[in-house]
């Protein structure tokens, strides 16, 4: 059985540190939950949102391992990928995969940005379409099902 997390997003993608790759894998399977954050450095409301998505992951993250996050780029220039992606404490999609990120975003639907979609890891169904607003409450971590 093939997985989708690793068909959508290929067999890596990039580490929160710029350098190193994190194989796909890692965060596939049963009990897994992960986000695709769609966002662009030129876009304020991101730039506004970003902050706020990386508080409540890293405090997450750490009573939920099996959450992931992978930004997905609408950057204009690598430059401007790079130093976004530095603000966050997340993975991302590389900067040169503009091919999947446009079949990302018509595979879920997106059509504006900011815009998060949580996946199931171990089918890669959708469990939301609007992470977004689902960070405003509390309560999103039972309703994304974070074990």
């Known amino acids: 059985m093939s997985n989708k997390i690793v068909e959508y997003l290929g067999g890596t993608v990039k580490g929160n540190n710029g350098s190193n790759f994190v194989s796909t894998e890692s965060f596939t399977g049963s009990g897994k939950v992960v986000?695709?954050?769609f966002s662009?450095?030129?876009c304020p409301?991101?730039?506004s949102f970003t902050p706020e998505l990386a508080r409540k992951y890293t405090k997450y993250k750490q009573?939920?391992?099996s959450f992931e996050i992978v930004f997905v780029s609408s950057d204009r220039s690598?430059?401007?990928f790079d130093s976004y992606f530095s603000e966050m404490p997340w993975l991302a999609l590389p900067f040169n995969e503009e091919g999947k990120k446009n079949k990302l975003m018509a595979q879920f639907g997106v059509r504006g940005i900011p815009a998060l979609v949580i996946?199931?890891?171990e089918t890669g169904k959708?469990?939301?379409k609007d992470g977004r607003a689902d960070?405003?409450?509390e309560t999103y971590p039972t309703r994304w099902k974070l074990q």
């Open 45 to 47: 409301p991101c730039r």
């Open 35 to 37: 986000g695709l954050y």
């Open 40 to 42: 662009a450095h030129w």
């Open 78 to 80: 690598e430059n401007d």
């Open 119 to 121: 996946l199931n890891g």
């Open 126 to 128: 959708v469990i939301s």
């Open 135 to 137: 960070t405003a409450s």
């Open 63 to 65: 009573q939920y391992p």
